[in-house]
């Protein structure tokens, strides 16, 4: 019997295509701007949006977008007003996060911290029709905020003060950026969960750029290991009966070490070349 015969893995199967694509494209624009731990800080947010929704009987996706979504926003403020660095933000963002998302979830009666297993590790092959919709929706709506803002982010994400002097509301695409990242995180914590789920922003970028410095080819190179990466990962973990998001991250960290291989031994070629 192969994958295609399973209706939950023809489920997981669209959802990991549609994360292999959001996560990287965001992730381009949240490296360029060395933010590339925004997505873990995201993550701890939105462990609470998940405990709230357990606590609220509510969908955990829902409230894990808004609660996501404001935590968001509120380190762009604190990171624009320059009342502490991004690091100090990021870091208040990981602490409050977990520790809040574990304290709900104990106050959430017949809930354990073992209800959370699924939102913090990945289950993809979880994934029903309906969460397929919600997923596609929200990363519809993600690819869709990047094609029509893209030009304005990339002059933000290469240099804020050119942006400033270029008329761009720089605030607005600031907190854009950051909503776009934190409803990216939502969509891509059922494929590898909310603790890995940067892994999926960062490293296919950075395998990208291993091959190329365009920030167009690099986006598109990204999105197309990120694709890789979670189908050919998730396909792994079904045969291999292995968890799913850990492979979908081992796969994606193995495909960096061959780019930075063939990186170098490209650059070095051209070296040689050169002082021939």
């Keep these: 019997m192969t994958i295609f015969h399973l209706d939950f893995m023809r489920y997981a199967l669209v959802a990991a295509v549609m994360v292999g694509l959001t996560a990287p494209a965001v992730g381009t ?34 409230t894990a977008v808004v609660v996501a979504a404001l935590g968001a926003v509120a380190i762009e403020m604190v990171r624009a007003r320059g009342k502490t660095s991004g690091d100090v933000a990021l870091a208040l963002l990981f602490y409050g996060g977990l520790a809040g998302g574990v ?12 209800s959370l297993n699924s939102y913090l590790f990945g289950a993809i092959t979880s994934v029903d029709s309906t969460d397929l919709w919600v997923i596609a929706g929200l990363a519809v709506a993600v690819l869709a905020l990047l094609a029509v803002f893209g030009r304005e982010l990339f002059v933000l994400c290469q240099d804020e ?11 607005f695409l600031g907190l854009l950026i950051a909503v776009i990242a934190s409803v990216t995180v939502v969509v891509a914590m059922r ?14 970028v950075a395998t990208s750029q291993q091959l190329t410095r365009s920030f167009r080819t690099t986006m598109a190179l990204s999105m197309v290991f990120g694709v890789l990466a979670t189908v050919g990962g998730l396909t792994s973990s079904f045969y291999l009966d292995v968890p799913s998001g850990a492979t979908i991250v081992l ?24 002082t021939a």
């Design 251 to 274: 796969l994606a960290l193995a495909g960096f070490a061959v780019a930075l291989g063939i990186g170098r031994f490209v650059r070095r070629s051209r070296t040689g070349e050169s």
């Design 191 to 204: 494929a590898v969960g909310l603790l890995l789920v940067s892994a999926l922003m960062v490293v296919p």
């Design 161 to 171: 003060e050119v942006a400033r002097a270029s008329g761009l509301p720089v605030r």
């Design 29 to 62: 624009f949240i490296v360029q701007r060395r933010l590339a731990l925004l997505g873990d800080g995201i993550g701890h947010v939105a462990l609470t949006g998940v405990a709230l929704g357990f606590l609220t009987g509510t969908a955990p996706v829902a």
């Design 103 to 114: 304290m709900i979830i104990y106050l959430t009666p017949g809930e354990s911290t073992a």
